[in-house]
């Protein structure tokens, strides 16, 4: 079982940044493949960012068309914590943004992939 636990939401005004984290815990994190989703009032989860293992020493960042250019997803193994750090903020970027965890080396951007997921945490953007 692996235990998500997200931080660093928050509110703030249009064009700052925010950095969210999240921190896993339970099993090995080297292997798997994270995920940042949000979620808008109304609106279907919808994929964000993601990171996965490249076999090798690094790892591979895949970002949404909405989010490129002004997110940045990367993690640190040794904290077992992955990262989404959001420049540029927009008032539609407000939802509740939430971590989410698979077990294989295969990136995923649909929310049915995902098995483990944290609580969320909101970000709120005023214009």
């Known amino acids: 079982q692996v235990q998500l636990v997200e931080s660093g939401g928050g509110l703030v005004q249009a064009g700052a940044s925010l950095r969210l984290s999240c921190a896993a815990s339970?099993?090995?994190?080297?292997?798997?493949?994270m995920a940042w989703f949000r979620q808008a009032p109304g609106k279907e989860r919808e994929f964000v960012a993601t990171?996965?293992?490249?076999?090798?020493?690094?790892?591979?960042?895949y970002l949404a068309d909405s989010v490129k250019g002004r997110f940045t997803i990367s993690r640190d193994n040794a904290k077992n914590s992955v990262y989404l750090h959001m420049n540029s903020l927009k008032p539609e970027d407000t939802a509740v943004y939430y971590c989410?965890?698979?077990?294989?080396?295969?990136?995923?951007?649909?929310?049915?992939?995902?098995?483990?997921w944290g609580q969320g945490t909101q970000v709120t953007v005023s214009s």
């Open positions: 990171t996965t293992w490249n076999g090798g020493s690094s790892y591979n960042g």
């Open positions: 989410a965890a698979r077990a294989t080396v295969v990136r995923a951007t649909s929310a049915n992939e995902y098995d483990y």
């Open positions: 339970g099993r090995t994190f080297t292997s798997y493949t």
